[in-house]
Nanobody, 116 residues
Framework: QVELVESGGGLVQAGGSLRLSCAYS????????MGWYRRAPEKQRELVAV???????KYADSVKGRCTISRDNAKNTVSLEMNSLKPEDTAVYHC??????????WGKGILVTVSS
């Protein structure tokens, strides 16, 4: 079992920045990859960014060049730095951990609102 707790969301003006953090605990040795998903109103869930245990990263085209995902194994956190935010980035952001068992663990989510 892996527990995930997100923090850092909120309201920001377009063009601004936010840093989301996710603290993970539990059976952390089972975690392969960690990432951030988001779900905007009336839109499908979207994978924003993922970082593997080998530190490979991947970004959605919609955030490429504006977001940076990082994982700190010493602090058991994964962060998502978001810059040049746009109103279309408004969504609930979830931290996700993919375990070696094939199970994915999800945080409760945190709201990011970008005003125009």
């Amino acid at each position: 079992q892996v527990e995930l707790v997100e923090s850092g969301g909120g309201l920001v003006q377009a063009g601004g920045s936010l840093r989301l953090s996710c603290a993970y605990s539990g059976d952390i040795r089972s975690i392969n990859a960690m990432g951030w998903y988001r779900r905007a109103p009336e839109k499908q869930r979207e994978l924003v960014a993922v970082v593997t245990s080998g530190s490979s990263v991947k970004y959605a085209d919609s955030v490429k060049g504006r977001c940076t995902i990082s994982r700190d194994n010493a602090k058991n956190t994964v962060s998502l730095e978001m810059n040049s935010l746009k109103p279309e980035d408004t969504a609930v952001y979830h931290c996700v951990a993919d375990a070696s068992s094939g199970v994915s663990y999800w945080g409760k989510g945190i709201l990011v609102t970008v005003s125009s």
